[in-house]
């Protein structure tokens, strides 16, 4: 019947719309960040993500962490032509299919659209995660992939249908005992971080991801080498430089936290957690600055759960709560904190 491929379409649109829907409601819109420049870098990361998550789930892949933004930050140019190539020949043959297999074309479109945000999180910003996740959205696509195949099959040689089952018995076989692999081995945090270590030495997310379990069970020391390292491989992380002035401040290093939270906090103005630590290395040398530097977290991110803690420690348990009281007082009688003066005056 005509209308067929249109009834084909409902459910993988009905599937988009529901994943779309989760992904919005889970992190407040399908967005990486406010920086259109961010936005914008992702975006013309999409078909070589596409590309990626399909080639994940199709072919025989290691199955381990990794950082996308970090594979994906010094991509060459002509990758990303030949992901725009690979996502237009794959709508190009839904197209020529869409007769013969009319779920194939609405499944393309649905695994296109609900798989693209991810790449505002994933290729944006300093996120990881298995590989294996990028093939979610490609539940969406099976259907049709499946009907193609069949339709492809049909006109083919038996002894090539029977290479292509015996291919895909292969590959179901590989991704079953590369899973069980994984959960044998990744049996705890510590064991799955040596190896995030082990699988991409050059990579900062495996120290990062070590550095924590150790923060976790209060050995600094031997996390702050960890720390430092995963600074060294990559800057642009936000988050290694957050661990690393925390560490730092815990083990009384002041001033060495003072200067990587200073540093990471100039590279991020907006980061509300880089601001609190770089107030935090303040709070016993200079009131004013301290107290003008949570304000300014505050303003950041008014619901920051951090900054509110510790403008309330300051306030009923700093040994000089009373000049701290002042301060926050007369900055916030300034214009450029008005903003600010119903937040702070349940916290004062």
């Not at 998550?53 to 950082?67: D, E, H, Q, V, Y």
């Not at 081995?185 to 900062?204: C, I, K, N, Q, W």
């Not at 050995?219 to 936000?238: F, T």
């Not at 290694?240 to 009384?252: E, K, P, Q």
Request: include cysteine; hydrophobic fraction near 50%; charged fraction near 20%.
């Amino acid at each position: 019947p005509r209308w067929l491929p249109a009834a084909g379409a409902l459910p993988p649109a009905l599937g988009g719309l529901i994943y779309l829907g989760m992904r919005s409601a889970a992190l407040s819109g399908l967005r990486s960040g406010g920086e259109p420049e961010r936005l914008l870098h992702a975006a013309l990361r999409v078909p070589l993500l596409l590309m990626d998550g399909a080639w994940s789930a199709l072919f025989p892949t290691r199955i381990w962490m990794r950082n996308l933004y970090e594979d994906y930050r010094g991509v060459e140019p002509a990758l990303l032509w030949l992901g725009a190539a690979g996502l237009v020949a794959a709508w190009a043959g839904a197209w020529a299919l869409r007769r013969r297999a009319p779920l194939l074309l609405p499944g393309v479109v649905g695994w296109s659209l609900t798989l693209a945000p991810a790449a505002m999180i994933t290729t944006a910003v300093g996120w990881w995660g298995f590989n294996r996740y990028l093939y979610v959205p490609l539940l969406l696509l099976l259907p049709g992939l499946l009907e193609g195949l069949l339709a492809l099959g049909a006109s083919v040689r038996p002894s090539v249908r029977r290479g292509l089952v015996v291919a895909g018995a292969g590959l179901l076989l590989w991704s079953g005992v590369g899973a069980l692999r994984v959960v044998a081995l990744y049996h705890d945090p510590a064991t799955f971080a040596f190896a995030m270590v082990e699988g991409d030495p050059e990579r900062s997310h495996g120290y990062i991801a070590l550095a924590e379990v150790l923060y976790r069970q209060g050995r600094l020391q031997e996390a702050r080498p960890l720390m430092e390292r995963a600074v060294e491989l990559g800057p642009e992380n936000p988050r290694g430089w957050n661990n690393l002035a925390a560490a730092l401040l815990d083990l009384g290093d002041v001033k060495a936290a003072r200067r990587v939270a200073a540093q990471g906090w100039q590279r991020w103005p907006g980061n509300a957690a880089l601001c609190n630590l770089t107030a935090l290395t303040w709070v016993d040398e200079d009131v004013a600055h301290a107290a003008e530097n949570l304000l300014i977290c505050l303003r950041l991110d008014p619901g920051n759960a951090d900054v509110r803690v510790n403008i309330r420690g300051l306030l009923q348990a700093h040994p000089q709560r009373a000049a701290y009281r002042a301060a926050f007082e007369e900055l916030l009688q300034r214009p450029d904190y008005a903003s600010l003066r119903g937040a702070a005056s349940e916290l004062l």
